[in-house]
């Protein structure tokens, strides 16, 4: 009964608030993305790696706006809490297929928040001897930073509100509306700390 309670306000106009970025507008600082990328990194041997799940849906809009002969692998990582904080305790559960080393990687975020989950990954990645590695975000929420990183590319900067859609969920669903939406405060105020730091909204 429960269950079904949950599947039934799990609609679009229970969860779903104001439109924060349009598709139109997503698409449009993606090819802008896509260029900056593309001349600045002529002649590199470039991996685009990608933070499963939400970055998938980024990743894949901003390859096809890059004019360069690149590649692109993935990672799945969990992240845990404690006593609801996010801690930077992050484990990963699938690693790269292929090896980094001499080569230009640029990691693919849907968004930085606090930063711990980055900045993990970039400790990570550099001891395996890459060329350069920098990061391109779709989304910078700065505000809530715990630890500093420096990110290359930025879609665009954002204040606090929890956000879904392209590629970032709300308990693992809406991550395929093409546009970015707050989320219905009425609906979801109770969920929404628990969420920031449960490892299951990657
Ligand atoms: P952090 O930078 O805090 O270590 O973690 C970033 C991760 O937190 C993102 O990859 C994303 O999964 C999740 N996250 C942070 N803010 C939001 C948000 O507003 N909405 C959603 N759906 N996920 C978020």
Known sequence: MKEYKEERE??????LGNILFPSSEIQKRI?????QITNDYKGKD??????LRGGVIFLSDLV???????????????????????????RITKDLDESIEGKDVIIVEDIIDTGLTISYLLRNLKSRYPNSIS?????DRDIRRISA???????????????????????QKFRNLESIYEL??????KDI??????????
Do not use: A, P, W
Not at 149 to 171: P, Q, T
């Open 46 to 51: 470039v991996l685009m790696v990608s933070v």
């Open 149 to 171: 990183v420096d990110i290359r590319y930025v879609g665009f900067k954002i204040g606090e509100k929890y956000i879904v859609g392209y590629g970032l969920d709300y308990k």
């Open 184 to 189: 219905n405060i009425d609906t979801v105020k």
């Open 10 to 15: 799990l609609t679009k106009s229970n969860i």
């Open 31 to 35: 090819s802008e993305l896509g260029k």
């Open 193 to 202: 700390e628990s969420l920031k730091n449960n490892s299951n909204f990657k």
């Open 64 to 90: 096809k706006n890059i004019d360069l002969l690149l590649s692109i692998d993935f990672m799945s990582i969990s992240t845990y809490g404690i006593n609801g904080d996010s801690s930077g305790v992050v």
């Open 135 to 139: 990061i391109c975000t779709l989304l």
